[in-house]
């Protein structure tokens, strides 16, 4: 199956840095999304991104296709983004599930 | 309903008790995702339906998982005769008809076999 690697694995930022997280994958996607889980576990869906490039107020993301990339910006970083991002892809558009990453830990300390 | 509902947040069982986890999807989604999440790892796809019918259950990791979606919406996780290695957090998820496969979470169901 499709394997999916994210990096940093952790990392720890001070309050109004910026940072960028990657993702890595094996195979071909036509499915790839970003997810924030929150310190209660909650998984946040951030963007569905199969390619180009999104933008949604500090957050911003692009997916490289052809190079089996995605890169994950966060900027002007606040406590509240503290948590796990993870990235999952799927070969499928449709309805196939949906493969995880390990995450990336982001702490933001003030 | 405005999100995906999962209850019971928590359950504590003994070793060698069945639990039954619920989920009810958001209202108008016709697929329904489970996934298992170990401490300090990502969601691991256990089952999917669309509607009632069953279409992958290829991540269930032995026949003492079992789920089902009688009427597609409600979908329960049943897991028998439960193993400390089965706890973990349950999470669902479900997304919409139309376009991809966008899928919104539950808060999870966290599962701790003693």
């Known amino acids: 199956g499709i394997q999916v690697e994210q990096s940093p694995p952790d990392l720890i930022l001070q309050e109004g840095a910026n940072s960028t997280l990657r993702c890595n994958f094996s195979d071909s996607v036509n499915n790839l999304q970003w997810f924030h889980q929150n310190p209660w576990g909650q998984l946040i869906n951030l963007f569905y991104?199969?390619?180009g490039t999104k933008q949604n107020g500090r957050l911003s993301a692009t997916t490289v296709a052809t190079e089996r990339y995605s890169l994950l910006y966060i900027s002007s970083s606040q406590t509240t983004d503290s948590g796990v991002y993870f990235c999952?892809?799927?070969?499928?558009?449709?309805?196939?599930?949906?493969?995880f990453g390990k995450g990336t830990r982001l702490s933001v300390i003030a | 309903g405005a999100g995906v509902s999962q209850s019971p947040r928590y359950k504590v069982a003994k070793r060698g008790q069945d639990v039954a986890l619920r989920c009810d999807p958001i209202s108008g989604h016709v697929s329904l995702f489970w996934y298992q999440q170990a401490l300090g790892q990502g969601p691991e796809f256990l089952t999917y339906?669309?509607?009632?019918?069953?279409?992958?259950k290829s991540g269930l990791p032995s026949d003492r998982f079992f789920a089902e979606r009688p009427e597609g919406s409600v979908s329960t996780l049943k897991i028998q005769r439960t193993q400390q290695e089965d706890s973990a957090v349950y999470l669902c998820a479900s997304s919409s008809p139309r376009g991809a496969n966008v899928l919104t979470f539950g808060a999870g169901s966290r599962l701790t076999v003693l």
């Open positions: 339906f669309q509607n009632e019918a069953q279409l992958d």
């Open positions: 999952a892809v799927a070969r499928n558009s449709g309805n196939t599930p949906l493969v």
């Open positions: 991104i199969p390619s």
